[in-house]
């Protein structure tokens, strides 16, 4: 979660208020602000059965990816990137849920799975924005293990779930909405 820059200058402002007060009451004052600042955290913090509402609200089927690639990125790692087609007529797509399987294959052509090896087996989160009826292009940078390819590099993958942006309070408000 990144730190916003409100809550920097709230923290920062209330360590100065802590130095004004008299030396004899600050471990009380301290005290109470670090037990407010655990409550308030708990209290933000999304529950698991929050974030699943904005689960799978687009389903897998009005997800198309055009032109997925899995690059060489410079220096370490890979790179996924390709463009995501929208097809839901009402939500934007927030972050998609992606299982990524390499395999490393001998054989003479591209089709043969009888002696493929896997070499990895990740779920990785796309963050993207994708507004209903559109295309986006996403970019996700992956840290895998080192891959030795005896043959030659075969990858898949498989969309395992899809998120839609939770509406802001102010959007529920009719005199906002189109």
Known sequence: MPIRAPVVWLLILAFLVLFLIPPRYRLQVLGSFILLTLIGFLLSQPGEKRLEEFRNLVSIEQVKFIDIELQRSPGVGQKLVGKVLNHSPSYALTGLGVQLIIKDCIGSDDTSEEDCIVLEDVQIHLPLFVPPQEEGKFEKRLYLRELHIQGYKQWEYTVLYTET??????????????
Do not use: C, G, S, V
């Open 165 to 178: 942006k939770q509406r802001e309070f102010w959007e529920k408000i009719p005199f906002f909405q189109d």
